[in-house]
């Protein structure tokens, strides 16, 4: 059964600093997405990832996959505060559709 | 063009009460999935529709839970009798191709109480 561990739960930093969400699967997939959700508002997708090594940016933040070790990152740069959001990763199962997610990390970026 | 619409946004209801949520997926969009994030747990798969059949429900958690999508367009999620651990909120998404990347609803927040 797939399984994804994403940590931390809850991360609270400051504006300016720099961190990182880290999201391990227990098995072999085809695609990882990262998802923004703000508070009653839909998940929106951030990134696709499919094929390791593969790395995207937008603005402040940038993911990466490694396949190998079943693990991606969302890192986050000069945080501000309208990167305040709740943010999870979800694994697709190879030849599958069903989406599995980790527990999501809530990020609040203090003034 | 619209998103996934989802309805009611909030609801609050009793331990034995039934509750129907509603989802409206992107037009064209034949496939329709449910999740559900339970106590600020992972977000869980429940069930997917092909337009009105039913591809997987094996994320449904019980017999009290019933889906349906008529005519393939809009589905329903109807919970009877509610308990207190349906409380959560209720995600749908849908998507044109099964292998495309699926746009989510803004969810559901269920309340028993």
């Known amino acids: 059964e797939l399984k994804v561990e994403q940590n931390p739960l809850f991360l609270s930093m400051q504006e300016g600093k720099n961190y990182t969400i880290y999201c391990n699967y227990s098995?072999?997939?085809?695609?990882l997405y990262w998802y923004r959700q703000d508070p009653g508002k839909s998940l929106e997708s951030l990134f696709v990832?499919?094929?390791?090594?593969a790395v995207k940016q937008e603005g402040r933040l940038m993911a990466s996959l490694d396949t190998k070790a079943r693990l991606s990152t969302l890192h986050i740069t000069a945080a501000v505060h309208d990167l305040s959001a709740t943010y999870f990763c979800?694994?697709?199962?190879?030849?599958?559709?069903?989406?599995?997610f980790g527990s999501g990390t809530r990020l609040l970026v203090r003034p | 063009e619209a998103g996934v619409t989802q309805f009611p946004s909030h609801s609050v209801i009793e331990k034995g009460q039934t509750v129907t949520l509603r989802c409206d997926p992107i037009?064209?969009?034949?496939?329709l999935y449910w999740y559900r994030r339970v106590m600020g747990k992972e977000i869980k798969f429940l069930l997917h529709?092909?337009?009105?059949?039913?591809?997987?429900e094996s994320g449904m958690p019980n017999n009290r839970f019933l889906a349906e999508r008529t005519g393939g367009t809009y589905s329903t999620l109807k919970v009877q009798p509610a308990e207190l651990e349906d409380s959560g909120v209720y995600f749908c998404?849908?998507?044109?191709?099964?292998?495309?990347?699926?746009?989510f609803g803004q969810g559901t927040r269920l309340t028993v109480v």
């Open positions: 998404a849908s998507s044109q191709i099964r292998n495309t990347e699926a746009f």
């Open positions: 098995t072999t997939s085809d695609r």
């Open positions: 990832l499919l094929s390791n090594g």
């Open positions: 979800a694994v697709r199962m190879d030849s599958s559709y069903k989406l599995i």
């Open positions: 037009s064209g969009h034949d496939n």
């Open positions: 529709f092909v337009k009105e059949s039913k591809q997987d």
